[in-house]
C-alpha cells in the first residue's frame, strides 16, 4: 500500500516494519497518519509470514505526541459527540507483539502509543513524557493508567502533573521500557528487529497465548489471572507445536513449529 505519513517493510519476512514519517511535525499523530498506521497494522496481523511488527519513528522522535494543531480549535460536542481519538485503539488489539523502538521524543500521545505496544526499546536518546498539562488539558489515551501501572503512582503523578520528560536511563529504571539498546543510529530499530525474528520463530499459537496471558495480568486479579494462565496453558495442549516442542526437545533437536 502506498502512504503518505508511514513507510511500511519487511526487513525480514516475518517482520513488519512500520516508520512513522511525518518529520517536519516530528511524527505529531495526526489523524489521517492514525489512519494509515491501523491499515498497516490491520495488513500484519493478516500477513501469514509475519509473526511480529516493529513500530518506531525517526532518530529526532518517535513522536511528539499528538497533533496539537489539528486539535486546538476542536470543540467539545464535536470531540464528544465523534468519541475524538476512539480510533487509536486498534493497536492494543493485536494479537501479534508489536515492539515500539523508540528513539528521540516519545511525548504526550507518543509515550502512550509507545505504551500500547507490548515491549518498548530505547535508544540512549529518547525522552518519554506527558506534557499536556502544559496544553491546559491531560493524557486521553493511557497516560495516567497504563503509566501509571508501569511505573507506579507517584512516578506518573510527578510526569503527568510537572510535563517533565524522563530520559532513557530512567525510563529503563523505572520499568516504563525493558532496556536502552548501544549508541549508534538505528541501532534500537535493528535490535527490535531482531527480537521481532526471535519472536517470529516461535509458535505463532503459543506466543499469542503468551501475550494475551501478561495482558490479563493488568485487568484481572491474582486469582482470576492465574486461573486465566492455567486455561491458557491448558488449551496449548490442543496445538500440534505443543508436540512438536515438547518431543524436539526429548529427542534433542530443534523444534519446527507449524502454527498449528
Ligand atoms: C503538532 C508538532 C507537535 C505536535 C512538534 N510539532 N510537536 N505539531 N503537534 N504534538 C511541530 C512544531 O510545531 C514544529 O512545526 C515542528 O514540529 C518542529 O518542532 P519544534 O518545536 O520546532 O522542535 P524542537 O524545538 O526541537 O522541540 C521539540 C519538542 C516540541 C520539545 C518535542 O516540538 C514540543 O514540545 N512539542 C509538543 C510536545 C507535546 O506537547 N506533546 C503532547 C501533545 S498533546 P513548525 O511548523 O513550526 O516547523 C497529546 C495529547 C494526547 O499528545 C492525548 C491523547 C492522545
Not at 511500511?8 to 516530528?26: G, Y
Request: glycine fraction near 8%.
Amino acid at each position: 500500500a502506498k502512504y503518505e505519513f508511514i513507510i511500511t517493510s519487511k526487513p525480514d519476512p516475518t517482520v513488519t516494519l512500520i516508520t512513522l514519517n511525518r518529520p517536519k511535525a516530528l511524527n505529531a499523530l495526526s489523524s489521517p497518519l492514525f489512519h494509515e498506521l491501523n491499515h498497516a497494522l490491520a495488513q500484519a496481523e493478516l500477513d501469514k509470514d509475519v509473526g511480529a511488527v516493529v513500530l518506531t519513528g525517526s532518530e529526532k522522535a518517535f513522536a511528539a505526541g499528538a497533533d496539537i494543531k489539528e486539535m486546538k480549535d476542536k470543540e467539545f460536542a464535536e470531540v464528544y459527540g465523534n468519541n475524538f481519538l476512539s480510533h487509536w485503539t486498534q493497536i492494543t488489539d493485536m494479537k501479534k507483539p508489536v515492539i515500539a523502538a523508540v528513539s528521540g521524543y516519545a511525548l504526550g500521545g507518543g509515550c502512550e502509543l509507545a505504551m500500547m505496544c507490548d515491549i518498548i526499546l530505547a535508544s540512549p536518546t529518547a525522552k518519554f513524557g506527558q506534557p499536556e498539562i502544559n496544553l491546559g488539558v491531560i493524557p486521553g489515551a493511557g497516560g495516567t493508567q497504563r503509566l501509571t501501572r508501569a511505573i507506579g503512582k507517584s512516578r506518573a503523578m510527578e510526569l503527568v502533573l510537572t510535563g517533565r520528560n524522563i530520559n532513557a536511563q530512567e525510563a529503563e529504571k523505572w520499568g516504563l521500557v525493558s532496556r536502552v539498546v548501544g549508541e549508534g543510529e538505528g541501532e534500537v530499530v535493528k535490535e527490535a528487529v531482531e527480537m521481532a525474528k526471535t519472536i517470529a520463530s516461535k509458535g505463532r499459537l503459543s506466543v499469542m497465548a503468551a501475550k494475551e496471558g501478561v495482558n490479563a495480568a493488568s485487568e484481572l486479579s491474582l486469582h482470576e489471572g492465574l486461573h486465566f494462565e492455567r486455561r491458557l496453558f491448558q488449551s496449548l495442549f490442543a496445538t500440534k507445536d505443543q508436540k512438536e516442542g515438547m518431543s524436539a526437545f526429548a529427542e534433542k533437536r530443534k523444534a519446527e513449529f507449524t502454527n498449528q
